[in-house]
């Protein structure tokens, strides 16, 4: 892997190649001094926050991002993505043809928990059965206030994925039911979770939680809206 990336650096007018995971993990980089493993991480997450904030994660398949200075080429692989950073001068000609070659045998040699996937807790076999996750207590604070003054409930970046995966398409709504007898149906929101506490939960505040009648690590079943 890192000889493919090494051979997209060295396309003239490449500036480095990095690859990293639908949580923004890289995964592998060839890259200058300059662009260090942090600041490709930042770029991941901004570039995922992007694609979650404007809706189009799940039918991504490449970016071409233009700046006074240069420009950024992403392009999409199975829970993974391929960031190659460029000279504004690149020749985009050149840079296609050895992307187009190296996309296929990035795929292959990705391993296979590149994505960070994983089943949530207690998944159904159907997904007209619905879907389970977890609920994880939002602290009390400004921002649990906003979500429930907002009606709204907060999935990470990989749980938003989870959830397309499982159903198969994205969504803007959920309905929730909870053994205790509580549910509802609530607007989600896409957060960015650094420290990967809430993947394979819901967010929620104080509010909603009472509502839910839901108490933190409490399993619920989720159906689209």
């Known amino acids: ?6 051979q997209i650096s060295a396309i003239d ?8 995971n639908d949580q923004g993990k890289i995964l592998a980089h060839d890259c200058p001094p300059l662009l260090d493993i942090g600041q490709l991480a930042k770029a991941a997450t901004a570039i995922l926050d992007c694609a979650h904030g404007l809706q189009i994660s799940q039918t991504l398949h490449g970016l071409d991002l233009r700046f006074a200075e240069g420009r950024i080429i992403l392009r999409t692989l199975p829970g993974a993505y391929l960031c190659v950073p460029c000279a504004k001068n690149v020749n985009l000609s050149m840079v296609n ?19 960070g996937w994983a089943p949530a807790l207690g998944s159904p076999v159907s997904p007209d059965e619905g879907m389970q996750l977890r609920i994880a207590h939002l602290p009390k604070s400004d921002a649990s206030s906003s979500f429930d003054q907002l009606g709204m409930i907060a999935v990470s970046q990989a749980t938003a994925k989870q959830i397309s995966d499982y159903f198969g398409k994205s969504t803007k709504k959920i309905r929730v039911t909870t053994g205790g007898g509580g549910g509802g149906t609530f607007p989600i929101m896409v957060i960015n979770d650094v420290e990967l ?10 509010g909603i939680e009472k509502k839910l009648k839901a108490h933190e690590g409490e399993t619920v079943m989720i159906t689209l809206a």
């Open 197 to 206: 506490q809430y993947e394979g939960a819901l967010v929620v505040g104080p």
């Open 1 to 6: 892997m890192q000889e493919i990336l090494h």
């Open 13 to 20: 007018g490449v500036i480095g190649s990095s690859l990293f």
């Open 97 to 115: 043809i050895t992307l187009n070659l190296a996309m296929k045998k990035l795929e292959q040699a990705l391993p296979k928990s590149a994505s």
